[in-house]
């Protein structure tokens, strides 16, 4: 991964969220990402970018190894329609966990199971159940916790 995606990533950013703040369109953005800043890039655009960044010329085009992003390096996003009252989606949310981990905590078999947990108006009590022994916590203190603000 080069450092504009790696960069990206660390700072949480979308890539238009990205192109809006450096004025890079959103096409370049994507193009330096999927096959990486050609020797002709303007200048112009990789100073933008990595001012907006906060990195050096150097760093925004270093290569990136992806298992150096941790959890809290990356944007989460709501599952297609979550309900805000679904305290399974508001845990994986606020611990900006991908569906695949959730899935793991909820020792389900797939990624695709904790998106159906998520998009549910409701939770499940065993999934509630799983993530407070995760947590350590007792069911009521957990939907306490990750209930609707």
């Not at 990356?74 to 966990?97: C, D, F, Q």
């Not at 797939?110 to 947990?117: M, Q």
């Amino acid at each position: 991964m080069n450092g504009v995606e790696y960069f990206r990533k660390k700072r949480r950013l979308s890539k238009r969220e990205l192109a809006q703040c450096s004025g890079v369109t959103e096409i370049t953005i994507r193009t330096y990402e999927r096959t990486g800043v050609p020797d002709n890039a303007p200048v112009e655009a990789l100073v933008k970018l990595s001012e907006v960044l906060g990195v050096t010329l150097d760093e925004l085009l270093a290569e990136f190894d992806h298992n150096t992003l941790t959890t809290n390096d990356r944007k989460t996003y709501r599952s297609g329609i979550s309900a805000p009252e679904n305290v399974v989606n508001n845990y994986r949310m606020r611990h900006n966990l991908r569906l695949q981990e959730l899935a793991e905590r909820l020792q389900l078999g797939s990624r695709e199971g904790a998106r159906k947990a998520c998009r549910r108006k409701t939770a499940r009590k065993e999934h509630i159940r799983r993530l407070c022994e995760v947590e350590n916590l007792s069911p009521e203190s957990f939907v306490s916790l990750y209930g609707p603000e």
